[in-house]
């Protein structure tokens, strides 16, 4: 079973590219961040089209939205509301298998790492305190579960292109990486990418749209992630960044992340 995440960054100006994602990893399901369209407005015809005509959307206008694109059907599908807000940040799936599958798009942040004077990262630390609560609570040893999304924090060293530089600006600030690695073991989860592609190597999926030469510069960071639970951690058998998307027409400013499981 091949999952990729993506932050598509706008799902209807970027059908083109999507269809590219789709013919060059093919992966069975394609869970999708910040589509930026209501639910009754999201291009299903057209996606179905792709071959995912299985699919649970949970939208808005102009702003975040999730999905789960599959070529499989779910046996069951829901999404959840974090921090009293009804903002499109969760969606969930229930696999073949038994396999819960949940995509996230934690909240950005804003640019202080300060929730005293910036109510948006304010709110991105109470929504990871919710998920970890949320996670602690439904704790099962045999739970065969894949948490995956635009996490919006690049928790290791090797995460960012200056860990120095980067201490404090929002996503790599001690703080984050210290709530990110609670909701981690809250699952608890293992971070299925750093499994195959190993911390020690510099990894980044996200690079800025203000960086014009953003390859050659590489001042990227690793946002994107793919989390499974202990009874699929031998199942995962490769885990790759479609970093080349990064560079093609009409971008996002994220580029793909794959992980394969042994089913």
Same mark, same amino acid.
């Given at each position: 079973?091949?999952?990729?995440?993506?932050?598509?960054?706008?799902?209807? &100006?970027?059908?083109?590219?999507?269809?590219? !994602?789709?013919?060059?990893?093919?992966?069975?399901?394609?869970?999708?961040? %910040?589509?930026?369209?209501?639910?009754?407005?999201?291009?299903?015809?057209?996606?179905?089209?792709?071959?995912?005509?299985?699919?649970?959307?949970?939208?808005?206008?102009?702003?975040?939205?999730?999905?789960?694109?599959?070529?499989?059907?779910?046996?069951?599908?829901?999404?959840?509301?974090?921090?009293?807000?009804?903002?499109?940040?969760?969606?969930?799936?229930?696999?073949?298998?038994?396999?819960?599958?949940?995509?996230?798009?934690?909240?950005?942040?804003? @640019?202080?790492?300060?929730?005293? !004077?910036?109510?948006?990262?304010?709110?991105?630390?109470?929504?990871?305190?919710?998920?970890?609560?949320?996670?602690?609570?439904?704790?099962?040893?045999?739970?065969?579960?894949?948490?995956?999304? @635009?996490?919006?924090?690049?928790?290791?060293?090797?995460?960012?292109?200056?860990?120095?530089?980067?201490?404090?600006?929002?996503?790599?600030?001690?703080?984050?990486?210290?709530?990110? %690695?609670?909701?981690?073991?809250?699952?608890?989860?293992?971070?299925?990418?750093?499994?195959?592609?190993?911390?020690? %190597?510099?990894?980044?999926?996200?690079?800025?749209?203000?960086?014009?030469?953003? &390859?050659?510069?590489?001042?990227?960071?690793?946002?994107?992630?793919?989390?499974?639970?202990?009874?699929?951690?031998?199942?995962?058998?490769?885990?790759?960044?479609?970093?080349?998307?990064?560079?093609?027409?009409?971008?996002?400013?994220?580029?793909? !992340?794959?992980?394969?499981?042994?089913?």
């Amino acid at each position: 079973m091949k999952i990729t995440t993506w932050n598509i960054n706008g799902v209807r &100006s970027r059908l083109k590219t999507l269809a590219k !994602v789709a013919e060059a990893i093919s992966p069975d399901i394609i869970c999708l961040q %910040e589509i930026k369209v209501t639910t009754e407005l999201f291009p299903a015809d057209e996606i179905a089209a792709m071959g995912y005509p299985y699919q649970v959307v949970s939208g808005m206008k102009a702003y975040n939205g999730v999905a789960i694109l599959s070529n499989t059907p779910f046996q069951k599908t829901g999404l959840r509301d974090w921090c009293g807000k009804r903002d499109a940040r969760h969606v969930f799936a229930l696999l073949p298998g038994n396999i819960e599958l949940h995509n996230v798009y934690v909240p950005a942040g804003g @640019d202080i790492p300060d929730p005293k !004077v910036n109510d948006k990262f304010d709110h991105k630390l109470k929504f990871l305190r919710a998920m970890t609560r949320w996670a602690q609570a439904r704790q099962e040893a045999d739970a065969q579960r894949i948490l995956v999304g @635009d996490l919006n924090i690049a928790p290791l060293e090797t995460d960012v292109w200056s860990h120095k530089q980067l201490l404090k600006v929002v996503s790599h600030s001690p703080v984050e990486i210290e709530l990110l %690695e609670k909701l981690r073991k809250s699952g608890p989860w293992k971070d299925a990418v750093r499994q195959v592609i190993l911390p020690h %190597e510099p990894l980044y999926s996200w690079w800025s749209y203000r960086s014009k030469d953003w &390859s050659t510069n590489d001042k990227g960071r690793r946002l994107d992630h793919i989390w499974v639970t202990e009874p699929l951690a031998d199942a995962i058998i490769e885990a790759k960044v479609l970093r080349e998307a990064r560079g093609w027409c009409k971008p996002s400013d994220h580029a793909p !992340v794959t992980v394969t499981l042994k089913i």
